[in-house]
């Protein structure tokens, strides 16, 4: 329903909102984004155009997000080395 009623003109803003939306993850904002630009693709030829504009917005907004998840146990352990200094000297 909202696809159909987002104006013609609008299409772009919206796309960036999602992107800039914190209630979506990475993920989520990806799949809404790449839904909203198949079904209007046959007659929104600028949104493609633009994809490297939108996927950077992404990219800014939640690209730390992908860090954050694929990288979280080593960030926990560097916090615990941290935390522990005399701890790591000691085990060496």
């Excluded at 919206?14 to 979506?24: G, K, N, V």
């Excluded at 799949?31 to 493609?48: A, N, P, R, Y």
């Excluded at 860090?67 to 935390?83: M, P, T, W, Y």
């Amino acid at each position: 329903m909202l696809r159909s009623a987002c104006p013609y003109d609008k299409r772009f803003s919206f796309l960036l909102a999602i992107c800039e939306a914190t209630e979506f993850k990475f993920g989520r904002a990806l799949d809404l984004i790449l839904d909203f630009i198949e079904v209007w693709s046959s007659g929104t030829k600028h949104l493609q155009s633009q994809a490297k504009e939108l996927f950077a917005s992404l990219f800014e907004h939640k690209g730390a997000e992908l860090f954050d998840e694929q990288f979280s146990n080593v960030a926990k352990r560097i916090h615990q080395l941290s935390d522990e200094p005399d701890r790591v000297y000691r085990r060496a």
